[in-house]
C-alpha cells in the first residue's frame, strides 16, 4: 500500500495522543524496539544543554532551523547519522566559553617574534605610514581557523604602533579583517560560523576590528556564489582607499588548505589568490599607497590533532593552566611598500612586475622566510 490511499486507522501501531509525521510507506507488524543507548544519551545531554545554556542555544539556531523550538533543534542535532562528529552539534553552544578563556588566558600570551626588532619595526613602519595617503595591509598565511584570533590581538599591536607615528587626525581608527562571503553567510560548517557570530558580536570590536565580507572564488566555484555579490565589498575598499584611516588584514591564501595533511605531510603555504590583485588595484587607483605588514603564523599542530582534535597541552592550557604559554608562534616582517616590490622586481627581472609577480613576491619573499620550511609550501626554496 503507498503513500496517498485510503486505508482504516490503526490505533494501536500509533503511540496513544500522538500522530505520526508521515504516514508509513506499508504495512508492518508492530514490533517493541529497544532504544538505542546513544539516542538516550544524547535525549539527557540534550535536556543538559538546553536547561543550562539555552539562551547560547536560541542565538546558535540556523535559518533553516528558525521554526524549530530549542528542544527540537538539540533532539535534531543530537540524533543525527553518525556519519557526522557528535560533537559538531554541539559545538557552536561551547563557543563563547571557549572564546573567554582565549582572551584571558591565551592571548596575553602571544609574543611575536620580530623578522628584527621591534623598535626597528616600528621605525620602519612610521616612515612608510608618516604620508597620510597610505594604506596598511597586513598580509598573513592561513593553517586554521584559529589565526583569525591570533591577528584580533596583533591588528591592535600594528594599529597602535601606527598611531604613535602621526598627528591624532590621522589616526588610523579600525581595522578590517577580509572574509569569505560565504562564511559570513552562514554556507560553511556551524562551528566556525558559530565563531564568526559570536567574535562579532562581544570581541572584535575591543580591538577595533570588523569583517569585510568578498565572494572568492572558492564561493563561486564550490557554493554556487554569484560574484556579483562583490559589489557591495568593492564600494566598501574605495569608501575605505578615500577615506584612509582604516586598516585592511588579509589571509592572502585565501583557504586553511595550507594547514592540512596529504598522506601524512603538511601542505604548507598555497598560491596566494588572485583576488588580491583586484584589491590591489583597487586601493591604488583611489591614490593610496599600500605598505604592506607581513606575519608568520605556526605551531597548530599543538592545539590539535591531523584530525582537528584538540591536544592534550591544548586542553591543559585553556581549562587547567593558571599561567599557560602561547601556543603558537608568531613572526612579524619588516613593512614594505607595493612600490619598493615593484622596484624589486624590476631590478631582479629587469622588467614591471606584473600582478602574478607581485603575488609571488609577497608570498616567497615577505611571508615563507617568517616560518619554518617545513611550513612553506609551494614558497619553500628548493
Not at 95 to 119: C, H, Y
Request: charged content about 30%.
Amino acid at each position: 500500500m503507498v503513500e496517498g490511499e485510503n486505508r482504516p486507522p490503526q490505533p494501536d501501531q500509533e503511540a496513544p495522543g500522538k500522530k505520526p509525521e508521515n504516514p508509513p510507506v506499508s504495512e508492518t507488524p508492530k514490533t517493541t524496539k529497544r532504544p538505542s543507548y546513544l539516542k538516550v544519551a544524547g535525549d539527557l545531554f540534550a535536556n543538559f544543554v538546553i536547561e543550562h545554556y539555552q539562551s547560547e542555544v536560541q542565538s546558535s539556531l540556523g535559518i533553516e532551523e528558525e521554526h524549530l523550538s530549542t528542544r527540537q533543534v538539540i533532539k535534531k542535532r543530537v540524533n543525527r547519522k553518525l556519519g557526522t562528529t557528535l560533537s559538531k552539534p554541539f559545538m557552536p553552544i561551547l563557543v563563547g566559553p571557549i572564546l573567554r578563556r582565549i582572551e584571558n588566558k591565551w592571548m596575553p600570551k602571544i609574543t611575536p617574534e620580530f623578522q628584527e626588532n621591534f623598535i626597528d619595526f616600528k621605525k620602519t613602519l612610521n616612515e612608510k605610514m608618516k604620508n597620510p595617503k597610505t594604506i596598511a595591509v597586513t598580509i598573513s598565511n592561513h593553517f586554521d581557523i584559529g589565526n583569525g584570533v591570533e591577528m584580533m590581538f596583533m591588528s591592535k599591536m600594528v594599529l597602535d604602533a601606527i598611531n604613535s607615528g602621526r598627528e591624532p587626525e590621522n589616526h588610523i581608527k579600525h581595522t578590517r579583517l577580509v572574509i569569505a562571503k560565504s562564511l559570513k553567510n552562514g554556507l560553511q560548517e556551524a562551528f566556525l560560523q558559530s565563531i564568526i557570530e559570536r567574535a562579532e558580536k562581544n570581541y572584535l570590536s575591543k580591538y577595533y576590528l570588523s569583517t569585510l565580507a568578498s565572494v572568492t572564488k572558492n564561493d563561486q566555484k564550490r557554493r554556487q556564489m554569484d560574484m556579483t555579490g562583490n559589489v557591495g565589498f568593492m564600494k566598501e575598499l574605495i569608501r575605505i582607499a578615500k577615506a584612509k584611516n582604516e586598516m585592511l588584514e588579509i589571509f592572502v591564501e585565501g583557504t586553511i588548505d595550507g594547514g592540512r595533511f596529504t598522506d601524512g605531510k603538511r601542505n604548507g603555504m598555497q598560491p596566494l589568490i588572485p583576488e588580491l590583485d583586484q584589491i590591489f588595484n583597487i586601493l591604488k587607483a583611489n591614490g593610496s599607497e599600500i605598505v604592506f605588514i607581513p606575519f608568520g603564523i605556526y605551531g597548530e599542530n599543538r592545539i590539535h590533532t591531523d584530525s582537528k582534535l584538540p591536544t592534550r597541552i591544548a586542553l591543559k592550557t585553556l581549562f587547567i593552566e593558571k599561567n599557560p604559554k602561547s601556543l603558537v608562534d608568531i613572526k612579524v616582517g619588516m613593512p614594505i611598500t607595493y612600490t619598493e616590490i615593484q622596484q624589486k622586481i624590476l631590478e631582479q627581472k629587469g622588467k614591471e612586475a606584473t600582478p602574478d609577480d607581485i603575488r609571488d613576491y609577497l608570498g616567497r619573499k615577505c611571508i615563507a622566510p617568517l616560518i619554518p620550511p617545513d611550513f612553506q609550501g609551494v614558497f619553500r626554496e628548493k
